[in-house]
């Protein structure tokens, strides 16, 4: 398997690429508009083919590559079933299996974070690989406050996600500490949004936050809704 982690220093946004190395299918997970010419170079330089572009959920930070890499390479780009997206080439349901040559990229619907959010598990020669968009970060998890949030929903996705066991690695949507990697072991331990033990505590926890809204969701969402396209919205 190719395996690269992106970083977009202007939204802290980590994008993923996987690929087959025996038949050079690849996807993406989570690529951002301003950085596509150089997921399309190194694509190139390492002899790959794209054949899915995917969204963990409608993002509010930064605005989707999706509509901008299918123009460029034919791909399929794919949100989930709950997102209100009118041009993704289709979507995925909860437990549907996305393949890249002979790569099983699980969906897993984990909503809270907003209502459309999913996190996608790949287990690769025993290796377990999660990625969780903005459902559990490092150290954190996402906010619950805008999109049809809910934090008891997140409470019962974080729980669905640290099910998969102690050794399954964790690779979030964002960090902002210059943290990229952790496992399930780790957040269990020592990531202070995961103590509350029910989901009305989680919620109460969640609701003290009182965060300012990103400073793009009023563009990225309903550009994100269009694939990226700004202008059609």
Not at 130 to 154: P, S
Not at 209 to 221: F, I, Q, R, S, W
Request: aromatic fraction near 8%; charge should be negative; proline fraction near 3%.
């Amino acid at each position: 398997m190719i395996f690269r982690q992106l970083f977009d220093k202007e939204s802290s946004t980590y994008s993923y690429l996987i690929a087959d190395s025996k038949t050079g299918e690849a996807a993406i997970i989570d690529p951002v508009l301003e950085n596509t010419d150089a997921y399309l170079q190194l694509i190139n330089e390492l002899g790959l083919t794209l054949k899915l572009a995917l969204d963990t959920h409608t993002h509010a930070d930064h605005i989707t590559a999706l509509g901008k890499l299918r123009e460029q390479t034919q791909c399929h780009t794919m949100l989930g079933e709950q997102s209100h997206s009118e041009c993704a080439s289709s979507r995925f349901s909860d437990k549907q299996i996305l393949r890249v040559g002979e790569i099983a990229i699980e969906a897993l619907y984990t909503p809270g974070h907003t209502d459309d959010s999913y996190s996608f598990l790949v287990d690769h020669d025993g290796h377990k690989m999660l990625f969780t968009g903005d459902t559990l970060l490092i150290r954190g998890t996402g906010r619950t406050d805008f999109q049809n949030g809910n934090a008891k929903e997140q409470f019962n996705s974080l729980n669905r996600l640290l099910a998969l066991g102690d050794n399954t690695y964790v690779y979030p949507g964002h960090d902002y500490k210059g943290w990229t990697i952790s496992t399930i072991n780790e957040e269990k331990l020592f990531n202070p949004r995961l103590k509350p033990q029910t989901a009305e505590a989680y919620a109460e926890l969640m609701a003290k936050l009182n965060l300012p809204d990103p400073k793009l969701m009023d563009t990225a969402v309903p550009a994100n809704q269009a694939c990226g396209n700004i202008a059609t919205k």
